[in-house]
């Protein structure tokens, strides 16, 4: 086994997605970040880390209106985006309250609920289960998509900083 990594000092200003980008390589390693084993799609670590930053700026910039402390529940399907988004939610402070797409909408609405969320991620299939009301970003949009390629002007304000969580639901 490897041997352990240190962790930095627990007083330190540092998110997961900073440290865990922190302990990459350079150069950066030639094999995928992310990989789809039923479709064979892959996503680069330079790919990988340029969708993180655009959509830290894009989430800094307002164009979808969370901040820090503010949560959001993701109900999709494991997907290459999925990790990207997580990224970058917990980069700029937000909770992330993943749920199972295979939830009811009983059981959806129960965890939207429970866990405070002011914002949705879901795909076109699982949107229908989210309560009404709730704002959705569908993962599978064009708009989406275009939040993982906004050209930073200043990609250096887009580095994940601050403080999130995860929330753990059914």
Do not use: I, M, W
Not at 45 to 50: D, G, N, W
Not at 99 to 105: D, E, G, M
């Amino acid at each position: 086994p490897p041997p352990p990594l240190p962790l930095p000092p627990a007083d330190a200003p540092l998110t997961f997605p900073a440290f865990a980008l922190s302990l990459l390589p350079s150069p950066l390693p030639a094999h995928p970040a992310l990989l789809d084993a039923a479709t064979g799609e892959a996503v680069s670590y330079p790919a990988f880390l340029s969708q993180v930053r655009a959509l830290v700026g894009a989430l800094r910039s307002r164009a979808v209106p969370l901040g820090r402390g503010d949560v959001a529940f993701v109900l999709a399907p494991a997907r290459l985006d999925v990790p990207v988004l997580y990224f970058a939610l917990l980069a700029v402070g937000v909770v992330v309250s993943p749920a199972n797409p295979a939830l009811t909408a009983g059981e959806v609405a129960r965890l939207v609920a429970l866990s405070g969320a002011s914002v949705a991620f879901a795909v076109s299939s699982t949107a229908a289960k989210l309560p009404a009301g709730l704002p959705t970003v569908l993962l599978d949009s064009p708009h989406f998509r275009s939040l993982l390629h906004c050209n930073q002007e200043d990609n250096a304000s887009s580095a994940p900083r601050d403080a999130g969580a995860v929330r753990q639901s059914a």
